[in-house]
């Protein structure tokens, strides 16, 4: 990996990431594939087509699916040589560890030292996951990107919970290095190449978030993640909880906020030094007829685009805008149709594509400030 800082204007930084599996321009926003689709009948040609750079998948839902009862769903997806040859997909992907997804399964968990005990939401088959076997499972599918295995403890849990879970996640983030380290130098891995980013957790904690930071710091990753934000705190405090912490991480390495977010949230990360982001929002939002337009939202659902003959938004240049009017998404939203939930998909994701470009193309420019207090007041004013 090399990854150089072009251009930065405040903490905003721009900069280029060169992977195993082609360069990513930062800032960007990672289009999320959870099951290694796009929800919404979205297939890789489209995300081409949408300018997506980097492709996020799920490794505890591909671990469970695809699988015939006695393989799990990564076994499989290595014997097509990966996640990319799989989904035929030619540019980088990140895996997240599933370790939100696994900690999200509360009534259904047991943690301890060695890793979380838990059951299937497919088919109640018992798993047990941690730091080892979640690498390996990454390992299994190749990604251009491997997270970390660590514990998303509630936000507003006790401090003496999220302290001991913080020093949990840090003893594994040691051993998935380890793991990691043990599986790109075997014979027959998909990847030699993958990458590690640690997490940072903490909570709303201050002066625990700070002491992760600079302790995961000294374990030289490839990059950093700050997680266990926008998970219904304030986004006030998710902005300053990231003004405390991202200063404590390498400003040398890539950044990534996880799980975030709104137009709004993704231009104060990157103010704030942010490289990375992801969210579910424009694909769901999408398949709920919900658009993002330069100008605030916009619900097609609404009887008054009934007639409206106008794109989404003018000079969009996504494929529904070039060919499509509201009207006509709007009746195909109405009818069940799918290919209305997937021209708002396709539309959503191009915003956001589109604006991470607008947004590098303002930090090198220096006009970051100005621009992202254009968008917000324009964003504002329309919603």
Same mark, same amino acid.
């Given at each position: 990996?090399?990854?150089?800082?072009?251009?930065?204007?405040?903490?905003?930084?721009?900069?280029?990431?060169?992977?195993?599996?082609?360069?990513?321009?930062?800032?960007?926003? @990672?289009?999320?594939?959870?099951?290694?689709?796009?929800?919404?009948?979205?297939?890789?040609?489209?995300?081409?087509t949408i300018g997506t750079q980097v492709e996020l998948s799920n490794t505890y839902h591909l671990?469970?699916?695809?699988?015939?009862?006695?393989?799990?769903?990564?076994?499989?997806?290595? *014997?097509?040589?990966?996640? !990319?040859?799989?989904? !035929?997909?030619?540019?980088?992907?990140?895996?997240?560890?599933?370790?939100?997804?696994?900690? $999200?399964?509360?009534?259904?968990?047991?943690?301890?030292? *060695?890793?979380?005990?838990?059951? $299937?939401?497919?088919?109640?088959?018992?798993?047990?996951?941690? #730091?080892?076997?979640?690498?390996?499972?990454?390992?299994?599918?190749?990604?251009?990107?491997?997270?970390?295995?660590?514990?998303?403890?509630?936000?507003?849990?006790?401090?003496?919970?999220?302290?001991?879970?913080?020093?949990?996640?840090?003893?594994?983030?040691?051993?998935?290095?380890?793991?990691?380290?043990?599986?790109?130098?075997? #014979?027959?891995?998909?990847? #030699?190449?993958?990458l590690l980013f640690g997490i940072n957790q903490g909570g709303i904690l201050e002066d625990v978030?700070?002491?992760?930071? *600079?302790?995961?710091?000294?374990?030289?990753?490839?990059?950093?993640?700050?997680?266990?934000?926008?998970?219904?705190? #304030?986004?006030?405090?998710?902005?300053?909880?990231?003004?405390?912490?991202?200063? !404590?991480?390498?400003?040398?390495?890539?950044?990534?906020?996880?799980?975030?977010?709104?137009?709004?949230?993704?231009?104060?990360?990157?103010?704030?030094?942010?490289?990375?982001?992801?969210?579910?929002?424009? $694909?769901?939002?999408?398949?709920?007829?919900?658009?993002?337009?330069?100008?605030?939202?916009?619900?097609?659902?609404?009887?008054?685009?009934?007639?409206d003959a106008r794109p989404i938004e003018e000079g969009c240049g996504c494929p529904a805008c070039?060919?499509?009017?509201?009207?006509?998404?709007?009746?195909?939203?109405?009818?069940?149709? @799918?290919?209305?939930?997937?021209?708002?998909?396709?539309?959503?994701?191009?915003?956001?594509?589109?604006?991470?470009?607008?947004?590098?193309?303002?930090? *090198?420019?220096?006009?970051?400030?100005?621009?992202?207090?254009?968008?917000?007041?324009?964003?504002?004013?329309?919603?």
């Open positions: 990996m090399r990854y150089e800082i072009l251009a930065t204007e405040g903490r905003a930084k721009r900069a280029r990431m060169e992977t195993v599996h082609g360069t990513i321009e930062t800032p960007v926003f @990672m289009n999320v594939g959870t099951v290694a689709a796009i929800k919404g009948a979205v297939s890789t040609d489209d995300l081409r671990h469970v699916r695809p699988g015939d009862g006695t393989r799990w769903g990564d076994e499989l997806i290595r *014997e097509f040589g990966g996640l !990319h040859k799989f989904m !035929h997909w030619d540019r980088p992907i990140l895996t997240d560890s599933g370790g939100f997804q696994v900690f $999200s399964l509360a009534g259904l968990r047991k943690i301890r030292e *060695e890793g979380v005990t838990f059951h $299937s939401h497919i088919d109640g088959r018992k798993i047990f996951m941690g #730091p080892e076997e979640s690498i390996r499972i990454q390992s299994n599918l190749g990604s251009t990107i491997a997270m970390a295995f660590d514990e998303c403890a509630p936000s507003l849990s006790e401090r003496d919970y999220i302290e001991k879970s913080v020093a949990r996640t840090t003893r594994w983030l040691a051993r998935c290095k380890d793991e990691l380290s043990k599986l790109n130098g075997e #014979p027959g891995t998909v990847n #030699p190449e993958q978030r700070i002491r992760h930071a *600079e302790e995961i710091r000294e374990m030289d990753c490839d990059g950093y993640a700050v997680g266990g934000l926008a998970v219904g705190e #304030p986004a006030e405090t998710m902005y300053h909880i990231l003004d405390v912490t991202v200063p !404590h991480l390498p400003a040398e390495k890539p950044t990534y906020l996880m799980g975030v977010g709104t137009p709004v949230n993704i231009l104060e990360g990157v103010e704030r030094g942010i490289d990375f982001f992801d969210c579910v929002y424009p $694909s769901r939002n999408g398949r709920h007829g919900n658009v993002y337009t330069n100008h605030g939202k916009l619900n097609l659902f609404n009887k008054k685009y009934e007639l070039r060919s499509y009017s509201r009207a006509y998404i709007r009746h195909l939203l109405k009818a069940g149709e @799918m290919l209305g939930m997937r021209l708002c998909v396709l539309h959503n994701l191009y915003f956001y594509n589109k604006m991470m470009s607008e947004i590098r193309e303002a930090i *090198e420019q220096g006009t970051f400030a100005a621009y992202k207090k254009k968008r917000i007041e324009e964003m504002e004013a329309g919603s």
